[in-house]
């Protein structure tokens, strides 16, 4: 059975039923919509803090989809795991191979800078100011995209930018 037939959460259930209903009016190949099924099984399970069984389904969709917006969704989503886990390597890996597919995911600059404003901070707690000032540079450049394409969001980041001189 799949995991979202077995949800209890009121929205993922509200969630599933909308999206068998658009499934079944939507002209889809089977194999789209076997990867649409792996793909919110894997948004349920991620929802509930079940990264392994997240990351399996995320990969099984990877198999299935062929759309290049939809496998960049994927693709973020594997980057999210990453990010919490603490494996912000692999993270920005995933958010790269998204921003391939799909060069208009807000959100994926967005967590890329965040990543390497982190690093910079250690950078900096570790006294290595230049290494330092090459990672602010990094995620200023990430948030600068981000900005640019949802002018109005990430006013946080957009202050950093002025505060720091960073923005053009």
């Known amino acids: 059975m799949s995991r979202s037939r077995t949800n ?7 969630f599933s039923i909308v999206a068998n ?16 099924t792996y793909y919110r099984d894997g948004m349920s399970a ?9 990351l399996q389904n995320y990969y099984e969709a ?10 960049s969704y994927i693709l973020y989503n594997i980057g999210l795991i990453h990010t919490s886990n603490g494996e912000h390597t692999k993270a920005l890996e995933y958010y790269f191979r998204a921003l391939e597919r799909n060069p208009f995911l ?16 250690q950078a900096v707690r570790e006294g290595d100011s230049e290494i ?32 720091t001189r960073r923005f053009d």
């Open 21 to 36: 209903i658009l499934l079944q009016i939507i002209p889809t190949t089977s194999g789209e919509k076997e990867a649409f």
């Open 132 to 163: 330092a000032e090459a990672w602010f540079d990094q995620a200023a450049e990430y948030w600068k995209q981000a900005i640019a394409l949802t002018p109005g969001n990430y006013i946080e980041a957009h202050n950093w930018l002025k505060i």
């Open 106 to 121: 807000p959100q994926a600059f967005n967590n890329m800078a965040v990543i390497c404003h982190y690093r910079g901070e």
């Open 46 to 54: 991620q929802s509930e803090g079940n990264y392994a069984e997240a």
């Open 62 to 71: 990877m198999r299935l989809e062929i759309d290049p917006y939809d496998r």
């Open 8 to 14: 209890g959460n009121f929205i993922d259930k509200t």
